[in-house]
């Protein structure tokens, strides 16, 4: 099992900017693609940006292009989501995800999630 913990959520106005952090205690975060979901109330989970195990490649969904950045540092067991112009439409749980698939956008492919952070965007 891999335990996934998010850190980094919280309240920022609009334009504003966060990044999200998604450590792995057990030490195996280099073997997955991992990915970055969220959830707004009443809505259902939405993908919102992928990347390989070596960090090589990356996808994103098109509300968030040219706004997130997903990174990883495997050495330090990391993966990262940098969000910037955060737009109240951004408000949700976000959850981190480890998949054995290579670089999967739909979460029936993660095989670990973790607790979720929430990310509060005011107006």
């Known amino acids: 099992q891999v335990p996934l913990v998010e850190s980094g959520g919280g309240l920022v106005q609009a334009g504003g900017s966060l990044r999200l952090s998604c450590a792995d205690s057990g030490r195996t975060i280099s073997s997955y693609s991992m990915g970055w979901f969220r959830q707004a109330p009443e809505k259902e989970r939405e993908f919102v940006a992928g990347?390989?195990?070596?960090?090589?490649?990356?996808t994103y969904t098109d509300s968030v292009k040219g706004r997130f950045t997903i990174s990883r540092d495997n050495a330090k067991n990391v993966l990262y989501l940098q969000m910037n112009r955060l737009v109240p439409e951004d408000t949700a749980v976000y959850y981190c995800?480890?998949?054995?698939?290579?670089?999967?956008?739909?979460?029936?492919?993660?095989?670990?999630w973790g607790q979720g952070t929430q990310v509060t965007v005011s107006s």
């Open positions: 990347i390989t195990r070596s960090g090589a490649f990356t």
């Open positions: 995800a480890a998949s054995t698939a290579s670089l999967p956008t739909k979460d029936y492919n993660y095989n670990y």
